[in-house]
């Protein structure tokens, strides 16, 4: 007496040198595909259609897609390098002088200058919203 294992719920093919994954219980009754690779955008990432997603961490509005022009893509991209050399560095200060780790932390757990950020930030990306 033998016992199979039931059918599975994806089927992978090749289509053009391409694996793609096909959902063969997908809700709207056609079968859902995208690349094996799983190529799809992180969560508050920019994606190739030029679609922002905010979070709420940074946006009171969040969450929401904003449409970005090419300069809008561009400006994101040098501020997003902007902060990861200033979280670079702090990281590396942190660890030459580990007292400045803990410097922001009265920043941050108090709700008057991080609610006063965030509502800037929100402002800020109204313009690209409306624009």
Known sequence: MSIEPPPSRYRVVERGRRLEVIDTRATNGTPTRRPAGGTRPPRGESGADGVFTTARFYDDKAPRRIALDAAARDRLGRLRLIA????????????????????????????????????????????????
């Open 84 to 131: 990861a050399i200033a979280a670079m560095a702090w990281v590396m200060l942190a660890v030459w002088q580990p007292w400045v780790a803990l410097a922001p932390l009265p920043i941050l757990a108090s709700n008057g200058p991080r609610g006063a950020l965030r509502q800037r930030l929100t402002r800020w990306l109204d313009r690209y919203e409306q624009g």
